[in-house]
């Protein structure tokens, strides 16, 4: 049922893009200010209720709304179906990633490094060449892969029902919009920490098992403490082993990324995927063969 619901999420994701922007992270980033507003007064244990509260009141109706369903297969079916949806994402970084390539194979730098600006939120260096922003986008991608699907489905599969990617979700969220609320915000951080520890960790070993794997368990082992965020310095330091390219701060190994490395990104990415399809088609079938 999960393999299902999780096929029907994808499929719908690519037909019918979801506004993420507008239904997902406004909605929990406006639930996230109230809180903050009214529970913050400088200290740790306000931002613990305040973390437990944000996460604990979205998450407690859809545990007995599932409870519920499980009586009637095809509604928890659809129910999955729809937080898969809404937590999921190809969109939220396919559509930015096809044009930075485009602009870059029609040797538009200038397109290229104004829509990588905008993906990524930051100003970039006017004077980025075209192989830097290739390399950039690599990383973003890899990142935005790794948070917008595989962590999704990681926890979807470890957690009963749609409980686990709702919760890695709003846990995301939550730690971006404290990020710069002091000792308020760092419980949020720590639990968003701890929820990405294992998935970082499963989306570079996919990564390792679709790509060149000997490579990419290198670069994890070697080089993911030379990025700020160790978690996704394993992430990219992988996936750039696998695919036997050069990024930034020398992660990887091989030839520095251009435009053609970015297409061979996107076949790790839809690679890794279909072998997470895989191990839920193997896990279904134990359980049928039980």
Request: charged share 15%; glycine share 6%; with cysteine.
């Amino acid at each position: 049922m999960s393999l299902f619901a999780l096929i029907l999420a994808l499929l719908l994701e690519q037909r019918f893009p979801l506004p993420y922007a507008h239904w997902v992270a406004r909605p929990v980033s406006i639930w996230a200010e109230w809180l903050e507003r009214y529970l913050n007064a400088g200290s740790y244990q306000q931002g613990i209720a305040a973390a437990l509260l944000a996460t604990l009141l979205p998450l407690a109706p859809l545990i007995l709304v599932y409870i519920l369903c499980l009586e009637q297969p095809v509604l928890a079916f659809a129910l999955n179906a729809l937080i898969l949806y809404l937590t999921l994402g190809f969109r939220q970084f396919s559509h930015f990633y096809t044009d930075i390539q485009m602009a870059l194979r029609l040797d538009d730098t200038e397109r290229a490094r104004a829509l990588l600006s905008e993906w990524r939120n930051e100003d970039l260096p006017a004077n980025l060449e075209a192989d830097e922003i290739a390399q950039l986008a690599i990383e973003t991608a890899l990142v935005a892969s790794h948070r917008h699907v595989f962590a999704v489905i990681f926890w979807f599969v470890l957690l009963p029902g749609p409980l686990g990617a709702l919760l890695y979700r709003i846990s995301h969220l939550l730690a971006d919009s404290w990020r710069e609320q002091g000792d308020f915000g760092r419980f949020a951080a720590d639990m968003f920490y701890w929820l990405e520890w294992l998935p970082t960790r499963a989306t570079a070993a996919a990564f390792a098992i679709v790509g060149n794997f000997e490579d990419a368990v290198f670069c994890w082992r070697n080089q993911a403490a030379r990025w700020y965020n160790r978690g996704l310095g394993i992430v990219i330091a992988s996936g750039a082993g696998a695919l036997g390219i050069r990024l930034k701060n020398d992660l990887g190994t091989g030839e520095a990324a251009d435009v053609d490395s970015m297409q061979s990104a996107v076949g790790l990415v839809w690679r890794a995927v279909m072998l997470w399809c895989l191990l839920l088609i193997l896990r279904w079938l134990a359980g049928m063969a039980s």
